[in-house]
């Protein structure tokens, strides 16, 4: 009944994710667990939100220029900080605790704010 629903993932790409799984956590090809299928059912979630995410945008830029689409998806698929962004911040809470000398957390800063994001 659920194999021609649209999000529903190809059987192909379920397979792909069991080989991903089991080769992450070097389990043998034997078998189903629990964590292998918690991993499965993630990554469907995902793959199905992903595929949702682009009908709706498709469906916006039938209305505008990409404008709202690229709104979507920053707002549903944010970006992670970069790891500068999370240095800046650890580095903003050892100043506020004061924990390490004011020397070397400046010498950390400038070296962080040097480097590209």
Not at 86 to 113: C, N
């Amino acid at each position: 009944m659920t194999e021609n629903h649209p999000i529903t993932p190809p059987p192909e790409l379920v397979l792909q994710w069991d080989r991903e799984w089991r080769e992450q956590q070097n389990a043998p090809v034997i078998g189903w667990s629990a964590n292998l299928l918690a991993y499965i059912t993630v990554r469907a979630a995902q793959w199905g939100a992903d595929k949702e995410l682009e009908a709706c945008c498709a469906l916006l830029d039938k209305f505008n220029d990409g404008f709202w689409c690229d709104e979507l998806r920053a707002a549903r698929r944010p970006k992670p900080p970069s790891l500068k962004e999370r240095s800046l911040k650890h580095l903003e809470v050892m100043e506020r605790d004061r924990h390490y000398l004011p020397e070397i957390l400046q010498d950390l800063r400038r070296a962080l704010e040097q480097l590209d994001d």
